[in-house]
Each structure stands twice: as structure tokens, then as C-alpha cells.
């Protein structure tokens, strides 16, 4: 069993920062990519940013510039550093994980439950 749990979400007035992190825990081998996606009401869900094992990183072209995503592989963590927070960045942030359970085993796709990111201006 696998599970994904992120954390850092909340209220934050325009301009601020936020630190979204991603921890996954249970039986696991190794993780290929790792990404986070938003959903803001009534919107499809987006890919934000995403980075793989050996740390190559990709961006919207929404959040390029302003939000950092990174991972710590001893900690099996994803995290995503958002600044210059804009209220249309208010969404359902989650992240999403390719993991390997066993050695000679295939890649899964798992999710996180998602956490509030809501940005006031």
C-alpha cells in the first residue's frame, strides 16, 4: 500500500508564499516522476510543475518564474514553493507520484487527497 499526503496549504494574502510538501510512505521501491496538479471550481485539473528522478523540473507557463518544485529522494517528498502568490493561483493543489513497489515490478500512478491553496487579494 502506497499513500501520498500533502501539506502547506492555506490562506495567503496576494504577493505571499506558500510551501506545498508531498511525502509518499508504504512499500516503495523507487518513484520515476513526480508532479503537482490544481483545480480551481468549476476548471478542469492542470499540471503545474513536475520533476523526475534525476531532477529535471517542467512548468506551466502560469507559474514559470514564480514557483520552484523539488523533491528529497531519502525522504521520498515532492515539494512546490510557490511566491508572488496571484489570487487566480486559488486551487486544489495535488501531487501525483509514478511508483515502483517491488524490484523487476511496474510504475503505478498514485494520488494525493489534495490540499487548499487560496490566495486573497
Known amino acids: 500500500q502506497v499513500h501520498l499526503v500533502e501539506s502547506g496549504g492555506g490562506l495567503v494574502q496576494a504577493g505571499g508564499s506558500l510551501r506545498l510538501s508531498c511525502a509518499a510512505s508504504?512499500?516503495?521501491?523507487?518513484?520515476?516522476?513526480m508532479r503537482w496538479y490544481r483545480q480551481a471550481p468549476g476548471k478542469q485539473r492542470d499540471l503545474v510543475a513536475s520533476t523526475t528522478s534525476g531532477g529535471s523540473t517542467d512548468y506551466s507557463d502560469s507559474v514559470k518564474g514564480r514557483f520552484t518544485i523539488s523533491r528529497d529522494n531519502a525522504k521520498n517528498t515532492v515539494y512546490l514553493q510557490m511566491n508572488s502568490l496571484k489570487p487566480e493561483d486559488t486551487a486544489v493543489y495535488s501531487c501525483?507520484?509514478?511508483?515502483?513497489?517491488?524490484?523487476?515490478?511496474?510504475?503505478?500512478?498514485?494520488w494525493g487527497q489534495g490540499t487548499q491553496v487560496t490566495v486573497s487579494s
Open positions: 501525483n507520484a509514478f511508483i515502483n513497489q517491488y524490484s523487476g515490478g511496474t510504475y503505478r500512478n498514485y
Open positions: 508504504g512499500s516503495i521501491f523507487s518513484i520515476a516522476v
